[in-house]
């Protein structure tokens, strides 16, 4: 479903994708966060990929 309104548009990318992914146990923790909510691992935390754009069909 793609988002016509280009400010809407920027929004919806800046949460899907400012998140930041564990690499012990793959969970998404907040952008600021400097450890892991579930696994509670210092220095695990990955940006989540940006490179890659929307699910093509
Ligand atoms: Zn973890």
Known sequence: ????????????????????????????????ATRCRRCGRKGTLRPKNRELGPKKA
């Open 1 to 32: 479903m793609p988002v016509a309104d280009p400010q809407a548009r920027a929004i919806a990318m800046q949460r899907r994708l400012y998140v930041k992914i564990c690499m012990r146990c793959g969970a998404k923790n907040s952008w600021k």
